[in-house]
């Protein structure tokens, strides 16, 4: 296994022909990171200084902690726990990096340079040894018509921000004394679009807020307002267990949230939006909307939809694919990464292997055995391989011929998925390519090093009325007395400085005291 995985290294190396440049303390080679995100922050604070002269690049001064986004539509916390300035983390152990507020408009990657504007459309080159793009994933709008229009996405702070503007102007529209009480059921119905994670954390926080502050605020409209989430599938939260789901179906019937299941969004209009059922195509239906939030699922961004055109390999992808080691794929030159949303780790095939694995088996008899005692090394090239990634015990099979191993590799290979669009995902892999950066200094050691393999450590949600459900690797929570200590402890110790762990602690004794604001 050790001379195929040598075979396969040396491989990728001699398909990189250029001069291998030799680092020196004067001549630091430029690693420009594209984003200020969680891939890109990450990076960005591991990254060594010393060794690498590194540019973050993002049209974003700051990073946006967004798991706690959700808590800014209702205010129970402030922007200041949310975000961190990317001035606060160029200086490390007397070495310093470098900030530029741009946004790259296009990736000359055959010339090792990117082209950026600043906020007055000017525009400019950028040149690169490394090229680190972490620009993330947009919502997906689904080219559904009036959602880019009329309807108000969960991000980043404007976002939010907007969100909040909305609502409280449809409250104040809804006491004015020439309000009709239909026109004010329109304005104060709250509907959120997509039962995914985002969008159940949202629906849960506008309950919070509308059950306690806005119920002793407004109590003169409170009865006119009403909160809806509607989800194509049949399931809120799919990608947690049925359990989580049902149990956050019935904690938002308890809130008054109007949760409408295998029901997708086809069309909105300034004043109404539509859906129809998944199960019935001719069961179609209308309903006025206030403030109207669309949380749907991920889509690509612009630059990286005209990378994929450039690169003759991945013309066809919808997402940039990347190798194992997290270099985008069909880049020669092998010096340029993606992490986080907007790729997709596509490893080589262990199926167009067979016959070489069989050789440096050297065994009599072919197994899953086998294959599961050399599971780590091999997870080095193939990370479909790992014991992280394939069950061997549950796909256990006894002696296979050469065509029989052909099949079970191949079923390897298609189980192989590439870690989810999440914050914890996007942290690893900046963790685990800064690390490759500062302990492989030339490129072709960086070509050596071991598959990326994500470790999952669990989901959570914030589900409103202080219940919290957790998906985690041994264990289940669905609410309960804890549950939302729990929630509180994860993320005051994942939040980046003790500035947003000091304004975290303070912003929740204000909401317990004094109540959410209502200020925009
Ligand atoms: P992002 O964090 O989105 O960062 C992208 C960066 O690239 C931004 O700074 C942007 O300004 C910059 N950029 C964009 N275009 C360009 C360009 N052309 N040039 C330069 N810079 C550019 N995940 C979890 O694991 N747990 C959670 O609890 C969780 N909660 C979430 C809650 C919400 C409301 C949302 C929206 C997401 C949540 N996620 C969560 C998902 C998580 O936020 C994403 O997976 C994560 O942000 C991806 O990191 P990223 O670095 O790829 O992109
Ligand atoms: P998602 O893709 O997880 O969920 C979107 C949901 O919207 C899907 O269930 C889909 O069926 C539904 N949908 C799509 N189009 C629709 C339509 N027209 N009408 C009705 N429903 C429609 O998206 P998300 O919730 O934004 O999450 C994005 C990523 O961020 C995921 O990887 C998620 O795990 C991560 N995230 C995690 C957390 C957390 O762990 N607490 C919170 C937020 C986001």
Redesign the pocket.
């Known amino acids: 296994i050790s001379n195929l995985i040598r075979k396969i290294r040396n491989f990728q190396e001699n398909k990189w022909n250029n001069e291998i440049k030799k680092i020196n303390s004067k001549n630091k080679e430029k690693v420009v990171i594209l984003g200020s995100g969680w891939g890109g922050m990450h990076f960005l604070i591991n990254i060594d200084f010393k060794k690498y002269d590194v540019t973050l690049i993002s049209p974003r001064n700051y990073f946006t902690f967004?798991?706690l986004l959700p808590c800014l539509c209702s205010g129970t916390l402030s922007i200041n726990v949310c975000t961190e300035s990317v001035r606060n983390f160029l200086k490390k152990n007397g070495s310093v990096g470098n900030y530029l507020q741009l946004e790259c408009t296009d990736i000359i990657y055959k010339d090792n340079y990117i082209t950026c504007k600043d906020n007055d459309n000017n525009e400019m080159k950028i040149n690169y040894d490394y090229l680190i793009i972490a620009v993330g994933a947009k919502?997906?709008s689904?080219n559904?018509k009036g959602v880019d229009k009329f309807a108000f996405y969960?991000k980043d702070i404007d976002d939010v921000l907007k969100i909040r503007r909305k609502f409280f102007e449809n409250l104040e529209k809804s006491t004015l004394p020439n309000t009709t009480n239909e026109e004010k059921k329109n304005l104060l119905h709250i509907v959120i679009?997509?039962?995914?994670?985002?969008?159940?954390?949202v629906a849960g926080e506008f309950a919070d807020f509308v059950n306690r502050e806005v119920k002793q605020n407004y109590e003169d409209i409170f009865n006119f307002i009403s909160i809806s989430i509607?989800?194509?599938?049949k399931n809120l939260l799919?990608?947690f267990t049925q359990n989580i789901s049902d149990f956050t179906k019935y904690n938002f019937r308890n809130l008054n949230i109007n949760v409408l299941t295998n029901?997708?969004?086809?069309e909105v209009n300034e004043n109404y939006f539509y859906?129809q059922s998944s199960i019935d195509k001719s069961d179609k239906k209308k309903f006025p909307y206030g403030v109207l939030i669309w949380?749907?699922?991920?889509a690509q961004t612009t630059l990286v939809n005209n990378l994929l055109k450039k690169i003759p390999q991945q013309v066809n992808n919808k997402i940039l694919n990347v190798d194992s080691q997290l270099k985008v794929i069909g880049v020669e030159s092998n010096n340029v990464y993606a992490i986080g949303?907007c790729k997709k780790i596509f490893p080589l095939q262990l199926q167009k292997y067979t016959s070489e694995l069989i050789d440096s088996l050297h065994c009599s008899k072919l197994t899953s055995d086998t294959l599961k005692s050399k599971s780590e090394e091999l997870s080095e090239v193939f990370p479909q391989a790992s014991k992280y990634k394939w069950d061997y015990d549950k796909n256990k099979k006894g002696e296979m011929n050469e065509q029989e191993f052909h099949e079970y590799l191949c079923k390897m290979d298609e189980n192989y998925k590439s870690p989810?669009?999440?914050?914890q995902n996007a942290k690893q892999e900046a963790y685990y390519l800064s690390n490759v950066f500062n302990n492989f200094l030339t490129r072709d050691k960086k070509l050596t090093v071991p598959s990326f393999i994500e470790k999952w450590k669990g989901?959570?949600?914030y589900i409103g009325n202080h219940q919290v459900v957790a998906h985690l690797p041994f264990y289940e929570i669905k609410g309960g007395f804890l549950s939302f200590t729990f929630w509180k402890a994860v993320y005051i110790q994942l939040l980046m400085t003790w500035k947003s762990r000091a304004t975290f602690f303070f912003d929740c004794i204000r909401t317990k005291l004094y109540g959410r604001p209502f200020i925009k």
């Open positions: 967004t798991p919502t997906n689904f559904i969960v679009v997509g039962g995914g994670p985002t969008g159940v954390e509607i989800e194509g599938g799919p990608t029901y997708y969004v086809t859906i949380a749907s699922g991920l949303d989810a669009p999440t914050a989901s959570l949600a």
